[in-house]
Antibody, heavy 119, light 107 residues
Framework: QAPLQESGPGLVKPSETLSLTCAVS??????????WSWIRQSAGKGLEWIGR???????NYSPSLKSRVTISLDTSKNEFSLKLRSVTAADTAMYFC???????????WGQGIMVTVSS | DIQMTQSPASLSASVGDRVTITCQAS??????LNWYQQRPGKAPRLLIY???NLETGVPSRFSGGGSGTDFSFTISSLQPEDIATYYC?????????FGGGTKVEIK
């Protein structure tokens, strides 16, 4: 079991970089064969997968965001992170981190962090 | 990208009713489909994986079916705590994609 907790600024200015971290407790980000994902949800809208990093550090990204996104592991802090560059108001959303575990499903989720893009 | 089309977008039913939601994939995804429940203000929760398998701890009134492109999710007897939005999600191919959601309300 690996509880997840997102952290980062709740307000980001347009054109700047959104940076979030997901702290993992109860397990190691680099053990097993799992994926650590970021997913977002705009107000009143559905869920959008942003991308993921494997326990070995390989990444996959949504094509619609690939040019602006970096997801990485920090094994020393047992966390993984999201960087989304050149943000606009359209990036305003609740951001969730999640573990894609045993069944190719998102078994565990963080509580989510609301990020607003505004000057 | 594989498009996931869920229907209906919302429904209202009485306590004890049988409720069914459908999810259609734009291409064959075998049984690579999961279902989630999202209560207001909360993170989603995995209910069904691999189209038909009940996640540990999930009540047996929830079930899933289907394969290929057409899938269903059923609540056999709707309870007040089932008020939520339900999402399907495919993992047959990248990028991972979700259905638009079905909001379930009590009549």
């Amino acid at each position: 079991q690996a509880p997840l907790q997102e952290s980062g600024p709740g307000l980001v200015k347009p054109s700047e970089t959104l940076s979030l971290t997901c702290a993992v407790s109860g397990g190691s980000v680099s053990s097993g064969f799992y994926y650590w994902s970021w997913i977002r949800q705009s107000a009143g809208k559905g869920l959008e997968w942003i991308g993921r990093v494997s326990t070995s550090g390989s990444t996959n990204y949504s094509p619609s965001l690939k040019s602006r996104v970096t997801i990485s592991l920090d094994t020393s802090k047992n966390e993984f992170s999201l960087k989304l560059r050149s943000v606009t108001a359209a990036d305003t959303a609740m951001y969730f981190c999640a573990l894609e575990g045993r069944h190719d499903a998102f078994d565990f989720w963080g509580q989510g962090i609301m990020v607003t893009v505004s000057s | 990208d594989i498009q996931m089309t869920q229907s209906p977008a919302s429904l209202s039913a009485s306590v004890g009713d049988r409720v069914t939601i459908t999810c259609q994939a734009s291409q064959d995804i075998s049984n690579d489909l999961n279902w989630y429940q999202q209560r207001p203000g909360k993170a989603p929760r995995l209910l069904i994986y691999d189209a038909t398998n009940l996640e540990t701890g999930v009540p047996s009134r929830f079930s899933g079916g289907g394969s290929g492109t057409d899938f269903s999710f059923t609540i056999s007897s709707l309870q007040p705590e089932d008020i939520a939005t339900y999402y399907c999600q495919q993992f047959g191919d990248l990028p991972l994609t979700f259905g638009g959601g079905t909001k379930v309300e009590i009549k």
